[in-house]
Structures are given as C-alpha cells and as structure tokens.
C-alpha cells in the first residue's frame, strides 16, 4: 500500500511568505462617490490613538516636505472609531488623484543604505534592514526627521503576533495558531542574529537598547503598511498613502496606484494614489491572511474562508523516485499546498495529485517509464476503486482528526458572534476557527459523497478496454469468435 501523507495544520511556519498579497484598497469614510470606506487600523484595546497633535505635526510635516499640493487634498488623516485613517473631505470622482508622495518621503532600502546606520546593514534582508532604521530613528526621538510620522503608528495592530497567551488560546486547532507561532518563532531568530551580527557590535549607532518586542513591532508594522507588490528589494513604506485600507470589494491594486515621473524630464518619482477607477477580479487574501497582516478579518465574506490542505510524497514510499519525477512534471513537488476556499470546487489539481501519492499495489503499472508522458492525464480520472477508496477514506480521516482540535462546534461559534459584545480579537479567534471547520465540514462532505458513488465512477481499466473496442457501453467484455 502506497503511504499517504496529509497535513491539516499549519503548511509551514512561513506560510505567509508564499501567499499572494493583495494591497489594501482605497477606502475613505465619508462622502467619496466611488463608495469607498476607510480601512481602520483596528488597535488593541489598550492601545493608545495618535493625539490630535500628533496628527496635526504629521500633517505639518508632510506638507513642508512637498507631499500636499494646491490645491489641498481631498483627505485628511484622522481618528475615527475604527483607529487611524484617511477621511474624505468632499465628494471624489473615479480616478481622481488622492495623494502624491514624493520618494524622498518613502521609507526603503535606498533610505537606509543612505542613513548612518546604511554601512552596517548591507547584506541583511530588506525588512530586516528597514525595521533595524524604523527602531534607530523612533530611538532618536525629536531628533530624528521622521518623528512626526513615527508618532502615528500604532504601538501594535490586532495581528496574532500581538496577542497574549490567553488571547491565542481562543485559536486552538487553527492553522492560523501554528503560522502565528511559526511567524514569532521567525522573527526571533532574526532578531538573535541580527543582535549577535549588528546591534551589539555597533552600540555607537544604536544607543538605545532594542529588544525582541520592539523587533516584532517593527515587523508588525511593516506587514501590516508596508505595499505588498513592492518586496524584497523593493519594500516601501509610504507616509499617508499607508493610511489607505482594505475594501473586500476591491481587488485589484493595479487601478488604484502607481509609481510615476514628475517634473523636469520626470526624474523624479512619485507615488500617485487613486479612486478606483475599475474593479476587476483577483486574487484575495483569505481571513487568516488579513487578520495576521492586518489584524481583522471579514466575517460574511465566504471567498475569505480557507483552508490549506498538504499533501507530500514519502520519502518512504517505494514508488518516491517515480513520483516525484511525474509531480516535478506537471509543476508539483515532493510537498504541495491545496487552498480549499468555502463553497469553490476542489482545486484542479487536487485530486489528481492525490491519485498520484496513494497509487500502488496492482496500479504501480502506470508508473512504468512506457506511461511516463501519459500518465498524468490517467490520473484526472478515477484510476482504481482501491486507489479512490483510499484517498476518500483518508482525508475523512483526517477531516475528523483536525476538527477535534477545536474547542467548540461551528453553531457554538454562531451564537457567540449573535450573542455581540466580543472585543475585536474574540470575534477574530471565532471567526478564523469557525471558517476554518466550515471548510473541513466540506471537505469531508465532498469525500464522503464520493466514496458513496464508488461503485458508479468509471475505472482505468474500464476506460482502457473500452478504448480497445474490448467493453460496451455498459461495461461488458466483448468476446470475438472466430469464424
């Protein structure tokens, strides 16, 4: 028997770094014709907002460093009760330009490399480089030219990664948990190496002490505002375009910014922010996503609910050599992830790889060089009722293994969120672990749907001696008689 490997939890500690990231779209609160609502920057309960006067100082600040022309923009920041964000002062057409952020106002790797600190971070990772010169100018104070931008963000978000023991204790059973732990787990070990390599040995540059939490804000800080499309390299945090949130009705960042020449012979690079002037369908990030960037989640979205299925080819396995070579094929590997979104088909490919990692026993044939190019295409269709049965009974298996590590059923999780009076932090726990059961739910629904029709699919060997005029219609030998 063939080795079948399914992981239900986390697909790694670093999943979030595989994920396509979609940047928040444009949202204001008030009167915006293009119906666009601000993406508050949902704060802890005991975090503290900006004070008016620190936001009155970052105004201030933005308009003497040319990023507020004539005429005055049609936003402003503010506090609202969400937290910090933009809000519309008059009504907005399509495609109307919101704000313009020189680049001298941008916070990248060209910042850093120019800082005093520049010399002592090359080689490190681009995030890392800029949190290290987020926590050296936030130490400097007064002193530092980016003070009244440093003073408005938020000392954490709701992301996971903020949240106290008791807090994380709401998510057990969740992916979410073992990515959150993975993320924290990440972030530490950077920031050990990062002080063995750099800190430490430069005490003369960073004469304030930095500790792992201030690290992890600063990671924090950079998942949840740095633009997504602009990485590695690229990564930049944008003063007051950053104040722009989600929109689940938006998912195409392409129509609402872009990065342009301005001036003589337009050598000097801006970033323009738009009203959308066109939605088109994309690529959204699930709520598990959202809430570990951002710290929310949208609870009555489905397309939001997911869940990663894992599946890997033993190294064990006999046939491991073969089956690797027929995944790396068709653009799989050893290990493939399978988001599984509530309501949606199957991903395609899903059950063709599944097909794949159970195959053995008295269908090992197929994986016979003869069958090598052909192969694949026999797997998009039920290859055995052995090979069926298994993955069935196997991903039952495991449906039911996963959701016995929830703490409470999907309808328990419903009548606390009817209930009301949760912070923001309970109704993302309920809400990340109801969506991920929901998911599972369905998912063992749809295997054990299929295991009822077993004795209905068609088989390769049906299909093979069909194929050779050897079967009926109905499934019946042909025999020929000599004449």
């Not at 493939?336 to 199957?346: E, G, H, M, S």
Request: net charge negative; proline share 6%.
């Amino acid at each position: 028997m063939a080795l079948l490997h399914i992981s239900l939890h986390s697909p790694s500690p670093l999943s979030f770094q595989r994920s396509s990231t979609t940047i928040p779209a444009l949202i204001f609160s008030r009167h915006s014709s293009a119906k666009l609502h601000q993406r508050s920057i949902k704060l802890a309960a005991a975090a503290a907002l900006p004070s008016e006067s620190a936001i009155a100082d970052f105004w201030r600040w933005l308009r003497e460093r040319g990023a507020l022309t004539q005429p005055p923009p049609p936003v402003r920041p503010a506090v609202v009760p969400e937290g910090l964000g933009l809000v519309a002062e008059r009504d907005m057409l399509r495609n109307e330009v919101v704000v313009e952020v020189p680049k001298k106002l941008w916070i990248n790797t060209n910042t850093v490399a120019a800082s005093e600190i520049g010399p002592v971070t090359l080689g490190l990772k681009p995030w890392v480089a800029i949190a290290l010169f987020l926590l050296r100018e936030k130490a400097m104070g007064a002193a530092s030219l980016w003070r009244p931008y440093l003073d408005i963000l938020p000392p954490e978000t709701d992301s996971p990664i903020f949240w106290s023991e008791e807090e994380l204790s709401q998510m057990r059973g969740t992916q979410l948990l073992n990515t959150t732990f993975g993320v924290k787990e990440y972030v530490q070990n950077e920031f050990t190496k990062v002080e063995d390599e750099v800190i430490l040995p430069n005490k003369h540059l960073f004469q304030k002490t930095i500790n792992s939490a201030d690290f992890l804000w600063a990671f924090g800080i950079l998942r949840s505002r740095a633009f997504s499309r602009l990485r590695g390299d690229k990564l930049v945090l944008i003063p007051l375009a950053d104040l722009i949130n989600h929109n689940s009705s938006i998912t195409s960042e392409d129509t609402c910014w872009e990065i342009k020449g301005k001036g003589l012979f337009s050598r000097e690079l801006i970033f323009s922010l738009r009203t959308p002037a066109s939605v088109n369908t994309g690529e959204q990030k699930s709520n598990a996503e959202l809430a570990l960037d951002y710290g929310f989640i949208e609870s009555n979205n489905k397309s939001r609910e997911l869940y990663t299925m894992t599946l890997e080819i033993s190294e064990s396995d006999p046939f491991y050599g073969d089956k690797l070579d027929i995944a790396e094929s068709n653009g799989l590997g050893e290990t493939a992830y399978f988001d599984i979104v509530l309501d949606r088909p199957l991903p395609p490919l899903m059950l063709p790889y599944l097909r794949l990692v159970a195959l053995g026993g008295a269908d090992a044939f197929l994986l016979e060089s003869l069958f090598r190019n052909t192969v694949w295409g026999h797997l998009d269709l039920p290859v055995s009722r052995a090979n069926e049965e298994t993955i069935c009974r196997v991903i039952q298996d495991s449906c039911t293994s996963a959701l016995s590590y929830y703490q409470t059923t999907v309808e328990e999780d419903e009548k606390l969120m009817e209930r009301g009076g949760l912070d923001p932090r309970s109704e993302i726990a309920i809400g990340i672990r109801s969506g991920e059961k929901k998911v599972l739910l369905q998912i063992d629904e749809v295997f054990r749907a299929r295991e009822s029709e077993l004795d209905t699919l068609e088989y390769y060997q049906e299909r093979r001696l069909k194929d050779l005029g050897l079967s009926g219609e109905q499934g019946e030998i042909i025999f020929w008689e000599s004449k």
